[in-house]
C-alpha cells in the first residue's frame, strides 16, 4: 500500500463504538457496532499512567467508569479493575476499560475497520502520538482496512507521522477553522472531521472541492445524515448507527 493512501471510507462510523447501543469505548460496543451492521468504529485512544494505550474518551474516570480521579494517575492493572459498563445500564456491567491491543483483536475477529482517534491527556501528547503508532504498527493485522488515524490535537499526530507516516492521517476540528488547509497539509493529514453543527454548505463545499473527504460527527438524525451526505460529506460518526443504517440504501454502505 503507498504511504498514508486512504482506505475506501464507509458512509457511517460508529461513534465510540455503538455510543447508543452500549457503554462508549468498550468492546460491548464493538460487537453492538457489528450487529447493527457498521463496518468501521470510532474510538478514542490515552495513556495509562504505566504508558500502556486504552479506550477512554475523558481524562477522568468520573463519568463512564467505577472509578474516581485522573485515569492516568492509574497504571493499567489498576485500571482494569474498574467496572466500565454499569453506569450505561443492565446487562453491561462487567465490561472493562479495554487495551488498543485487545480492540485492535476484537476488531479483526468481527470484520470491523476503525478511525482511532488520538485523545491525549494534558501535555501527553507527543507521547500519545508516538504510543499509539507503535502499537498499530505493531498489532494491525492486514486482513482490516489501513485505519483512519484522527486527533483535535496537531502535536500528537505530528508524534504520530514520525513514528509511523505510513497510516493516513485525519485532523479533527469543531468549527473548520479558516486555515483548515495549511494545518491539514502541514501534518499530511488527508481528512477532515468536524462537528455537523458547527460546518456551512460553504465550507464543506471548499474542503471537498480541495479533495479532503469530510467525516461530520456526531450525527444521530437520519434526515442530517441524508442532508450531509447530499453536501458531499463522505462519512457520518454516529452514535446510532442502526437508525442511520435503517435510512440508507445498502449500496452505500
Ligand atoms: O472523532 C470524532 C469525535 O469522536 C470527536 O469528538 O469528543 O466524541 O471524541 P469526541
Ligand atoms: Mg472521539
Redo the contacts with the bound molecule.
Sequence with gaps: MPVNALPPLPRLIG??GAASLAPENTLAGFRKAAEAGARWV?F?VRLAGDGRCILL?DDTLDRTTSGRGRADLLGFEELRRLDAGAWFGPGFDGERIPSLEEAIELLAELGLGA?V?V?PGPGAEAATGKAVAEVLRARWPKSLPTPLV?S?KEAALAAFREAAPEFPRGL?FSAVPPDWRARAESLGCVTI?C?HNRLTRTQAREIIEAGFPI?A??VNDPARAEELWDWGVATM?TDCPDRLLAVMPTALT
Aim: net charge negative; aromatic share 12%.
Design positions: 461513534h465510540r470510532e478514542d474518551h478511525n482517534e485523545k484522527s483535535f479533527l472531521h462537528n467525516l460527527y456526531t460518526i
